[in-house]
């Protein structure tokens, strides 16, 4: 249930039956044709305030017990008060003596009344039913959307995620080209090391051969030397 949409009927029935209220005393009043067209559009403003009743208890169809039985008592009144209005005109319309007149029928004028008045229903219909289709259309619209627009928040947060996903690529790059060039530093110190290493290994042989050497002519100085 719709409460917006029930105060809004109720708001259109109250505007109907205000205008119907005063239209049996201009019936009245008036003769010949004005009278004849005052009765089609009082036929009309009837058919028009019984269907905003009949869309009001649909409105009420699922509504809570507390509200729902309220407001069905109060449109049986109304549904009360629109028949009293239609039994005014017909005691002024029988009042006027129209019936006796040469020419007219009060059941042919009736007649071509109800007929006027099926066809105004039918055509009043036919709109209610595009409004309910168009109201449909349009709550899908709303409905396509909320989901378009849920979807653009999911892709944002998609594509920041994406973003902060590049990021930490971004880095973990940085990192590892950082290490790489550590690697390098590292490889070159110890080639450098490992060419230290060997001449510090043939100064080594170097010398030790100087030092046999200068032994060897040590010993042969002092012990052959003399002989």
């Not at 959307?145 to 902060?164: C, F, M, P």
């Amino acid at each position: 249930m719709s409460s917006e949409e029930l105060e809004k009927l109720h708001e259109i029935y109250k505007s109907l039956y205000d205008e119907l209220e005063l239209m049996p005393q201009r019936i009245f009043r008036c003769h010949g044709e004005e009278r004849k067209r005052l009765v089609r559009v009082f036929d009309e403003r009837i058919g028009e305030a019984e269907e905003v009743l009949q869309s009001m208890d649909r409105e009420l169809i699922g509504a809570p017990p507390s509200f729902r039985n309220p407001m069905s008592t109060k449109i049986r009144l109304y549904r009360r008060d629109l028949g009293k209005l239609q039994r005014d005109v017909r005691s002024s319309d029988q009042g006027s003596g129209l019936a006796g007149r040469p020419g007219e029928s009060r059941q042919g004028l009736y007649a071509s009344q109800n007929d006027h008045s099926t066809h105004v229903q039918s055509q009043r219909a036919l709109l209610i039913q595009g409004t309910t289709s168009l109201n449909n259309a349009t709550a899908s619209i709303e409905r396509s959307q909320r989901i378009a627009a849920e979807t653009d928040q999911v892709g944002n947060d998609i594509i920041e995620e994406l973003g902060e996903q590049r990021d930490q690529l971004d880095r973990t790059r940085d990192r590892l080209v950082h290490t790489g060039e550590n690697l390098s530093r590292s490889r070159k110190i110890l080639r450098s090391m490992s060419r230290r290493l060997v001449t510090n290994k043939l100064l080594l042989s170097v010398i030790i051969v100087m030092e046999l050497g200068i032994l060897g002519a040590v010993v042969y100085l002092k012990f052959f030397r003399k002989k």
